[in-house]
């Protein structure tokens, strides 16, 4: 399996998400932002960071580099993307996934583990995973999930949410929301599912002595899906 | 020809920083605020001429990439 993992300028977990993809068997390509043209991927991330120093708004001008129009044609084809953190504000920026990510409810940059529960296991990223509540890392300032009334139904008619923040049982409540999201929404899917955004750092998750495996379940999961 | 554009939270969105800043002032002894909203400005000097012209490519340019429209609101409040 060949991934490629977009480096913007800014981008400060790329590496750690090369790193992770690599652990489970990817063949991992670090692509830059100015490139224009993909390798041959079957799945391409856009990792967390601070592109372009979170100018203007948070992935909004990273939304528009080189890469992204080779990107978008990708997605459009039916190409995996994983958006992570930064990386799902690009996608919401370009258009890829509906709604936007607001400045955190209390103002506060959140560093801190999680619980997420998996929604929707219809589809490549979650499919016969093991685990339903999964214990991720958030680090963001921006990431309080919103969008449109006609953005939220239909997100929900089309069960476009992947993951909710929730507690250890897998209750999603408004205890659980640790940014102000709307529905505790963590990440969504595009319409056709090939497309996921999260605000949650799997990769950050990848071994028992630094944080914890949950990231580990994803990823074994999520190599094998894709075979 | 400059065009001057602001950049504001659409009316059912949230600004915590708004209300930050309303309760500071609160705080700072002025009275009789109902709400504050924060938003952005932009000057773009172009070499356009047309002010029609002028203000529709900034138009195109709010849409595309200043602001957001799932959220933001823009109004081009100036052209000289």
Aim: net charge neutral; hydrophobic share 35%; aromatic share 8%.
């Amino acid at each position: 399996m060949h991934s490629s993992v977009i480096t913007f300028p800014g981008s400060n977990c790329d590496r750690d998400m090369d790193v992770a993809l690599k652990k489970f068997g990817f063949k991992n390509k670090m692509i830059w932002h100015d490139d224009v043209e993909l390798p041959k991927s079957d799945l391409v991330v856009l990792p967390g960071g601070f592109s372009y120093g979170d100018y203007l708004r948070c992935g909004s001008m990273a939304s528009k580099s080189k890469i992204m129009k080779s990107v978008l044609n990708f997605a459009q084809g039916g190409g995996k993307v994983m958006g992570v953190c930064n990386g799902f504000q690009i996608l919401v920026e370009s258009g890829l996934l509906p709604g936007v990510l607001l400045r955190n409810k209390y103002l506060e940059f959140i560093c801190k583990n999680v619980f997420v529960k998996a929604n929707n296991k219809d589809n490549s990223y979650f499919k016969d995973d093991k685990k339903d509540v999964y214990k991720f890392h958030i680090a963001h300032n921006e990431g309080n999930y919103f969008c449109s009334n006609e953005q939220i139904k239909e997100i929900n008619d089309n069960n476009q949410i992947a993951l909710f923040y929730s507690d250890e049982n897998g209750n999603v409540n408004e205890q659980s929301n640790p940014n102000g999201s709307l529905q505790n929404i963590a990440g969504i899917f595009n319409k056709q599912k090939n497309v996921i955004g999260m605000m949650p750092h799997p990769e950050r998750m990848i071994d028992p002595a630094l944080s914890g495996e949950d990231g580990s379940i994803f990823f074994e999961n999520l190599i094998n899906n894709l075979k | 020809m400059k065009i001057s554009v602001i950049i504001t939270l659409k009316k059912d969105v949230l600004d915590p920083q708004g209300k930050v800043i309303h309760q500071t002032l609160d705080g700072m002894g002025f009275e009789g605020i109902n709400e504050v909203r924060q938003g952005k400005y932009f000057e773009i000097d172009t070499n356009e001429s047309d002010k029609k012209k002028a203000e529709a490519k900034v138009e195109e340019m709010c849409k595309k990439l200043l602001a957001n429209l799932v959220i933001e609101d823009f109004k081009i409040i100036g052209s000289q």
